[in-house]
């Protein structure tokens, strides 16, 4: 396997050094690093290192922008002190032409925090006023990130059903950036809450379209989950799972289809037992378990 982990790193290098020319603004090019390597904070960390500078000089979006995905993804790698660091300078932020965009960023990130923290409940509302803000802004990378976030807080916190609006809401932005990776990982998202709420077609429609995207991403830890779910949203939950085989690296707060999420059979069938509890379906959660 150290062969198709040095494969996918070099795959992550080549993605991040096909990201817009320095004459493109540091927003363009956050986006782009996000939109490459959103699924491995450690490697966005080192790619924005060398914008820091630029995006404070330049203030306004760009520095937005780098805020944002600098703050998320410390947070994602257990470095909150970094994280509140952003959360602080973003609300600063929120006066003027970037007030909403930087207001929405602030809150999102927050909710993650909290989420990360276990605090589910005021992550709920922060979320919440991060999605009011996001969409007051024409910026489908951000409003994917807002209700990506919103969705998998819902999850967690038992709203089965407003994390299918959300997430099909981020559905809608990733298609519009034209990112197969973001796509993948919100049909990845969206295949279990279809099977926890009985919609069994739109879980295996999702589950496909999740496996298609990723392997267009070239994104083999996608693809695996998304057949894992395939074949249970299928009806093939008694056939035996393949070889785990190499994976992605999973951040310390690794989000809903990210790296090493839903990575094979077992942790599919908990995550689908669990979703099945939320939903009162008890038990489908027992047969699943």
């Known amino acids: 396997w150290p062969h198709a982990v040095a494969a996918a790193w070099l795959a992550a290098a080549s993605a991040i050094a096909a990201t817009p020319p320095v ?9 782009a690093i996000e939109a490459a390597a959103g699924g491995d904070p450690e490697r966005v960390i080192a790619a924005l290192r060398g914008l820091e500078a630029r995006a404070r000089a330049n203030g306004g979006q760009d520095l937005v922008k780098f805020l944002a995905a600098w703050g998320y993804a410390h947070g994602a790698v257990n470095q909150p002190v970094v994280a509140d660091a952003a959360v602080d300078e973003l609300t600063r932020l929120g006066t003027g032409a970037q007030a909403h965009a930087a207001l929405a960023s602030a809150y999102a990130l927050k909710a993650n925090l909290l989420q990360f923290a276990g605090r589910l409940g005021t992550a709920l509302d922060w979320v919440n006023a991060a999605t009011d803000q996001a969409a007051m802004v024409d910026d489908p990378h951000l409003q994917y990130w807002v209700y990506m976030s919103a969705g998998d807080i819902a999850v967690t916190t038992g709203r089965l059903a407003l994390a299918v609006e959300h997430h099909s809401a981020a559905l809608a932005s990733a298609t519009a950036i034209g990112n197969d990776r973001r796509v993948a990982q919100v049909h990845l998202a969206l295949a279990p809450l279809y099977l926890a709420l009985d919609r069994p077609a739109q879980a295996l429609a999702a589950a496909r379209a999740a496996r298609r ?5 070239d994104e083999p830890a996608l693809a695996r989950s ?8 299928g009806g093939a939950a008694t056939a035996p799972s393949p070889p785990p085989g190499p994976g992605g690296r999973s951040a310390i707060n690794p989000e809903a289809g990210g790296p090493g999420w839903l990575a094979d059979d077992l942790s599919a069938r908990l995550y689908l037992a669990s979703l099945y509890l939320s939903a009162g379906r008890y038990e489908a959660a027992e047969a699943v378990a």
């Open 226 to 233: 998304a057949g894992v779910l395939e074949r249970l949203a």
């Open 213 to 217: 995207h990723a392997e267009q991403a």
């Open 23 to 31: 004459d493109s603004s540091i927003a363009q090019q956050v986006d």
